[in-house]
Each structure stands twice: as structure tokens, then as C-alpha cells.
């Protein structure tokens, strides 16, 4: 069975250019999340999608930072003007919710580097 | 301002004995704790969790603890083995949120 895909594996830019990333939940998984984990962190919640609902942006650390789930399921996550600081895995994980807290599977990661 | 703090950043023990990995939280809201295990160039994968009506909670080798007056976790992997070696997160959740909150995690070795 496939699990949580994340594309691409590794992105290495140029400070100030803008990147996309990519996330494919497992499928029927109506929750979407987005962490962060910089070197020696733990990982950092980003944000938050469930269903048809509003997203949960509270852990966007800037408004350089965005993210869509295009039909509930696909999820871009795009980082605009690049800074250094932005380098980190990037980690995509979906849950099946239903009624209580469901577990959420995680992606293996986009590692971005910013030169 | 941590919520979650793992303080031990790497824990060595010997195959067959206990590993014991410990979690402190300062956010008194969260009443869902989980933990994960990560291997190298892998997301985390769920292992055990434990909702704050629960003192205990066991899955095979797997046991975790909850002082909820202490706001401190634990998890007990007993026996260990070499395929054990991982990173562990601890993460903590209220149910209205659903968004987790990680620890920094331990690096746990299990020598054969």
C-alpha cells in the first residue's frame, strides 16, 4: 500500500529564490499537516488541513511561507524569498480522523538546503 | 519556549535490558501524548500513545507511562533490541487542535 509521498527528496536553491513542495497523503486520509525539523530540533508544526475546513496557519513561521491541499489531497507548500534560516526537512504527514485523534502518518521528507 | 522537552539527547543500553525514555511538558491543555520512532532519511513512524485519562498504556514491549501531576512521560521498551536504535520523539496534542508538538527527541542505542 502506498504511504505518505513528498517530492522532491532533496532541494538544494539559491537564497532569495522561491521553492515548491510536494505532498501526496495516503488516499481517504482527510487530514493534511506540515512540520519542520531544523538541524538538532525537534519538529516544528507548520500547518493544518482538514476537510473542506479553514487551515490551521498558526505555525507558519513568516508570510513567506504558504500552503494549498488542491481537492483534498494533494498539498503544495511553497516558500517564498528563500533565507538561509529556511533550511531544514521538511515533513508531510496525513491522518484519518474520525471522531477522536487519529494517528498521523508521516512522508520521508524534502530536505532543503539554502545556499 | 519549549512545551515539550526531551533533556536526554542520547540514551546506550544493553540488548535485552530496559530502555527508559523520558518527556516533560509545561502546556497543562494537552491531553493526548504520543511517541515516534525515526530512522535516518525516514518520516516518523507512530509507536504508542496515551490519552490523559490513562496512567499506563502497554502494546508488546512497548509501555508507556503518564504523571500527569508531574506533567512528565515515559516510555519503556523492554527487552530491547539492536533494531530499536532510533530516534524517539515525544509529542503532545489537545483534542481541539489536533497539530502536534514534538520534543527534540532521543537518540536511543541498543549495543548487541
Known amino acids: 500500500g502506498a504511504g505518505v509521498s513528498q517530492s522532491p527528496s532533496n532541494k538544494v536553491t539559491e537564497k532569495g529564490k522561491d521553492v515548491e513542495l510536494r505532498c501526496d497523503p495516503i488516499s481517504g486520509h482527510t487530514a493534511l499537516y506540515w512540520y519542520r525539523q531544523s538541524l538538532g530540533q525537534g519538529l516544528e508544526f507548520l500547518i493544518y488541513f482538514q476537510g473542506n475546513s479553514a487551515p490551521d496557519k498558526s505555525g507558519l513561521p513568516s508570510d513567506r511561507f504558504s500552503a494549498e491541499r488542491t481537492g483534498g489531497s494533494v498539498s503544495t507548500l511553497t516558500i517564498q524569498r528563500t533565507q538561509q534560516e529556511d533550511s531544514a526537512v521538511y515533513l508531510c504527514?496525513?491522518?484519518?480522523?474520525?471522531?477522536?485523534?487519529?494517528?498521523?502518518?508521516f512522508g520521508p521528507g524534502t530536505r532543503l538546503t539554502v545556499l | 519556549d519549549q512545551q515539550v522537552k526531551q533533556n536526554s539527547p542520547s540514551l546506550s543500553v544493553q540488548e535485552g535490558r530496559i530502555s527508559i525514555l523520558n518527556c516533560d511538558y509545561t502546556?497543562?491543555?494537552?491531553?493526548?501524548f504520543l511517541w515516534y520512532k525515526k530512522y535516518p532519511a525516514e518520516g516518523p513512524t507512530f509507536l504508542i500513545s496515551?490519552?490523559?485519562?490513562?496512567d499506563k498504556n502497554e502494546d508488546g514491549r512497548f509501555t508507556v507511562f503518564l504523571n500527569k501531576s508531574a506533567k512528565h512521560l515515559s516510555l519503556h521498551i523492554v527487552p530491547s533490541q539492536p533494531g530499536d536504535s532510533a530516534v524517539y520523539f515525544c509529542?503532545?496534542?489537545?483534542?481541539?487542535?489536533?497539530?502536534?508538538?514534538f520534543g527534540s527527541g532521543t537518540r536511543l542505542q541498543v549495543q548487541p
Open positions: 504527514a496525513s491522518s484519518l480522523i474520525s471522531g477522536g485523534l487519529g494517528e498521523q502518518f
Open positions: 496515551i490519552s490523559s485519562i490513562k
Open positions: 502546556n497543562s491543555m494537552f491531553d493526548y
Open positions: 509529542a503532545a496534542t489537545d483534542t481541539g487542535r489536533r497539530a502536534l508538538t
